[in-house]
């Protein structure tokens, strides 16, 4: 018998993502010492290399889900992780400069449990970096020699170009009072599924795998990366911020139009009618009323909603797995994260 996160034919969750963040780190580190000296500066203290002095930090930085998928798909399909090292690091690059950016637009202040890089170094200076980051991780690609390369390039083009869709998408919803629940589900898919999609999909393709392959890899990707996000709007309201490092009711504070908040406001019950007197409010909420709001997308059937989507997305993803043709340890590992990432605490 398997429990979440471990499967009889593979590692551990824990186990791949530390083998990730090993092959990673190491080709990471000397791709973001090309970057300009301030650039590289900001750039390393949002990997929690060292502290905002460039002392070396005890830090950690992310779970290095992104890469993981990217390395094991190229293995799903017969090809080797070191092959797709290059384009595991650019994907690694493209999301931290998704995350530089979204604490700016968000307004966030703490990620990982420290502040984050616009807190630390100022608006205008983090908006640099990120786009750096965002330069470098083309530069990685193309810089690979693969026969793929521009097609991985373009691939990840793409991609980017429709997370930024989803970010602005995010970003419009703040002052809309009419957001729907399908327009969130697109804004959602591409700020989150969109590239963990693409990053199935360059493994594949650094990896040697059919169209076929890379197809069911990337949709595979995808359906796991829209979960995510239901998993990840789900903390932003409950989650423990000792686990999370965000303040509690962080996206409610705010008022962020999250997937399960959306899907409160659009449910026609009382609750979603009280919660959209809360968020449609002028004045600030007080913590009573981030208490209340709460209960409310709870009470809508919201809370319960969003888990079973993530559920349901869960065994599709699950489901392209099998169709990948494949029976390798990578792929019951892939299935391994996909749970880890849909019942997590952070």
């Not at 009072?177 to 969109?194: N, P, R, S, Y």
């Not at 888990?307 to 349901?312: L, N, R, S």
């Amino acid at each position: 018998m398997t429990t979440v996160g471990v499967t009889a034919h593979g590692r551990s969750a824990r186990e791949v993502l530390a083998w990730s963040r090993e092959l990673v780190e190491a080709a990471l580190r000397p791709a973001a010492d090309t970057l300009p000296a301030s650039m590289r500066h900001i750039a390393g203290y949002h990997f929690g290399w060292w502290d905002e002095h460039g002392h070396p930090a005890a830090t950690g930085g992310g779970k290095a889900m992104r890469p993981a998928l990217v390395l094991l798909s190229a293995e799903a399909v017969g090809g080797s992780a070191a092959a797709a090292l290059r384009p595991a690091v650019a994907v690694e690059l493209a999301h931290d400069f998704s995350l530089i950016h979204d604490d700016v637009m968000d307004g966030d202040r703490v990620r990982r449990h420290r502040p984050t890089a616009w807190a630390v170094f100022g608006v205008s200076p983090a908006i640099l970096a990120g786009d750096a980051l965002l330069t470098l991780a083309f530069e990685v690609l193309a810089a690979s020699g693969h026969p793929v390369a521009a097609e991985a390039t373009r691939t990840l083009g793409t991609s980017i170009q429709e997370l930024l869709e989803g970010q602005s998408a995010d970003v419009a919803f703040e002052d809309r009072q009419d957001v729907e629940l399908a327009e969130c589900l697109d804004m959602a898919m591409g700020k989150t599924g969109t590239l963990l999609g693409c990053a199935c999909g360059l493994g594949a393709l650094f990896g040697g795998g059919s169209p076929e392959q890379v197809e069911h890899l990337r949709a595979f990707g995808k359906d796991l990366g829209l979960a995510f996000q239901f998993v990840d709007d789900l903390l932003g309201i409950w989650g423990d911020p000792m686990v999370t490092g965000k303040p509690v009711y962080s996206d409610l504070r705010s008022r962020k139009k999250s997937l399960p908040v959306v899907a409160a406001l659009t449910s026609n019950t009382p609750a979603g009618r009280e919660l959209a007197g809360l968020y449609h409010r002028e004045q600030p909420l007080s913590d009573a009323d981030l208490v209340r709001a709460a209960e409310l997308v709870d009470a809508a059937g919201a809370r319960s909603w969003s888990q079973d989507q993530a559920d349901e997305l869960l065994a599709r993803a699950l489901q392209r797995l099998e169709l990948v043709g494949s029976v390798s340890r990578s792929v019951a590992e892939l299935g391994t994260l996909a749970r880890l990432a849909t019942r997590r605490d952070h």
